[in-house]
Structure formats: C-alpha cells, structure tokens
T-cell receptor, first 114, second 111 residues
C-alpha cells in the first residue's frame, strides 16, 4: 500500500489565521482526497485534488475556505483559511490503491483553533 | 439516501467475546462496503471490505456479513482482544472513491 505522510501532525492556531497542510505520497497517484474528521465524528470528504486542474469540492465546502494545490502526482496541500474554532478537526489525506481501488489514509493533521 | 447508518455508537465487550457492529444503507447503487479501524491519534486503516456479490467475507477474526435485500452489513470480531479497542467505521461507495462513512462505533474490549 502507498505510504502517505502528512505535515504537520498537529498544530494549535489562532482564530483568523490560515494553515497549510501537506500530503506526500511515495508513489504517483491519479487521485488524492482530503477528508475532515471533527472531534468524535465521522469522516467527511472535503474535495478531490486533481493534478493539473482545480480541485473538485463537495457540497458545503468552498475553495475560498479550503484552497487546494496539486502540483504533481505525489503531492498536495490543503489550506484552512481564516480559521475559527469550528475548524478544529483532524484533516486527512487519502489515496486509492492503484490495483485494488482500496482507499488508504494518512495519519492525519490534528488542528486546534483557539 | 446517501447516508450510512451505523450502530451501536459504543460497545463494551469482554475479552474473548464477539463484537458486532451494524450498518445500513439506502442507496442500492453502492457497490463497495469497507470497514475501517482507527486508533486514537492515527488515521483510519482499512480492515476488511466486501462487494454485494457475496454474502460473507472472513479474514482472520474479522467477518463481514452482507444482506443485500435488507441493505445491511455488519462486522463481527471473534475472540475480541483488548488490542481491538478502537473506533470502527463502516463505509459505502459506488464505483468511485467517494466514500460515505458511518458515524463510527467506539469499541472497548475489557481484559
């Protein structure tokens, strides 16, 4: 399975600031996904990061709040903009296994907004 | 119709017992049903998955039972161990990698 590395693993941020989360995969993948897991909650898909084109956002998530970059087939970033305490969550990067289609997750980036 | 309902929310089982977690879905277009295990501070890890053309899949102590007519599937953990204590999520997808996750079950196995 792909090895997925996320940075930072955790951070504490002030209200109104922005934070960029990085996701690095050890192999080239066509699709990368960003999920949010609010405290004690399930996982919700934020967007699909497409290489060479704009990300595709799910209902309830907008580019101005969660801009995404995908400069190549092994790397993506998610920025959480103008943060509020409601943005305190674990943000997870995920990629599908090429042969099986199974979805694998990184360890997540735990964000606390004060 | 896109929801996946998961129960129970939490579960306490004695060591050696059977843990059973249930999920139900509405959308008959779903064609892939994975289960994920998540330990505190870690990302979800794929545990076992099933497609609707089979009614059961077993991998070691973990079994998925699938009832297509009832639109339900469940995870059974046989001989539950304290190391199995984690949060378990069911999910469903339809020919894409867009997964709809259940709300999660926090399992605690008592030593």
């Amino acid at each position: 399975s792909a090895v997925i590395s996320q940075k930072p693993s955790r951070d504490i941020c002030q209200r109104g600031t922005s934070l960029t989360i990085q996701c690095q995969v050890d192999s080239q993948v066509t699709m990368m996904f960003w999920y949010r897991q609010q405290p004690g909650q399930s996982l919700t898909l934020i967007a699909t990061a497409n290489q060479g084109s704009e990300a595709t956002y799910e209902s309830g998530f907008v580019i101005d709040k969660f801009p995404i970059s995908r400069p190549n087939l092994t790397f993506s970033t998610l920025t959480v903009s103008n943060m509020s305490p409601e943005d305190s969550s674990i943000y997870l990067c995920s990629v599908p296994q090429p042969n099986t289609g199974e979805l694998f997750f990184g360890e997540g980036s735990r964000l606390t907004v004060l | 119709q896109q929801q996946v309902k998961q129960s129970p929310q939490s579960l306490i089982v004695q060591k050696g017992g059977i843990s059973i977690i249930n999920c139900a879905y509405e959308n008959t277009a779903f064609d892939y049903f994975p289960w994920y295990q998540q330990f505190p501070g870690k990302g979800p890890a794929l545990l076992i998955a099933i497609r609707p053309d089979v009614s059961e899949k077993k991998e070691g102590r973990f079994t998925i039972s699938f009832n297509k007519s009832a639109k339900q599937f469940s995870l059974h953990i046989m001989d539950s161990q304290p190391g199995d204590s984690a949060t378990y999520f069911c999910a469903a997808s339809m020919r894409t990698y867009k997964y709809i996750f259940g709300t999660g079950t926090r399992l605690k196995v008592l030593a």
